[in-house]
């Protein structure tokens, strides 16, 4: 692998049911983020990892959690989806080295495009 | 409240240069982000300016001005793989990362 993988590609999920989007990166990267992207609105943080252990909220955190418990993956569950949850999910990763997340470059995974019906 | 406004669209011609601005309005100011999406994909770094002034790499260019609160991305000789949407992001006073919502850049022959 070279740099974050994302599973899976799309999915389509009915209402109700739980969904866990997978992220992978090999980077070694201290810091990993979740972002939903709708059109018209620039990406949202939904939740941010800064080292292995620790989570923390971002803008939009509700009907979302994450879990961090080793440096390469952080998963995103969906516990009872949502059709307001329908988006393209983006996980980052960053170096994290200037202690804090936002001024180091991300590094952005393809992305899944999740439909909620 | 955080505001980052770029301008939804813009065209231009293959060969030629393109100015996309970026204006905010944040609480505080910690650096500025410019990000390459093309469609269906993923955001990929381009440029980060902290301090004032112009910072060129190759045929892409960014601009800050902290005062006004202003940036813009300079693309020169466009190319057909220009085509892509460019997105701002502004690093605010508690270190929170805020995008703006990108400009979709349309490169015609």
């Known amino acids: 692998i070279a740099g974050i993988t994302q599973a899976p590609t799309s999915q389509i999920l009915a209402a109700g049911r739980r969904m866990t989007l997978r992220c992978t990166q090999d980077m070694r990267h201290n810091a990993m983020y979740w972002y939903r992207q709708d059109l018209g609105l620039g990406l949202r943080l939904i939740h941010y990892s800064n080292t292995a252990g620790t989570t923390g909220k971002g803008e939009v955190p509700d009907g979302y959690s994450v879990s961090r418990a080793n440096t390469d993956d952080f998963p995103l569950t969906l516990a009872s989806a949502v059709p307001s949850q329908t988006s393209v999910y983006f996980c980052?990763?960053?170096?994290?080295?200037?202690?804090?997340?936002?001024?180091?470059?991300?590094?952005f995974g393809p992305g899944t495009r999740l439909t909620v019906l | 409240g955080q505001n980052i406004d770029q301008p939804t669209e813009m065209t231009a011609t293959e060969g030629a240069i393109v100015q996309i601005n970026c204006t905010y309005q944040?609480?505080?100011?910690?650096?500025l982000f410019w990000y390459q999406q093309h469609a269906g994909e993923a955001p990929t770094f381009l440029s980060y300016n902290v301090l004032d002034g112009l910072e060129e790499k190759g045929r892409f260019s960014s601009f800050l001005s902290r005062s006004k609160g202003y940036s813009y991305l300079l693309l020169k000789e466009l190319q057909m793989k220009d085509s892509a949407s460019y997105l701002c992001a502004v690093v605010d006073s508690n270190y929170q990362l805020i995008w703006g919502a990108g400009t979709k850049l349309i490169i015609k022959p």
């Open positions: 980052a990763s960053s170096d994290g080295s200037s202690g804090g997340y936002s001024t180091d470059t991300q590094y």
């Open positions: 944040t609480s505080g100011f910690n650096g």
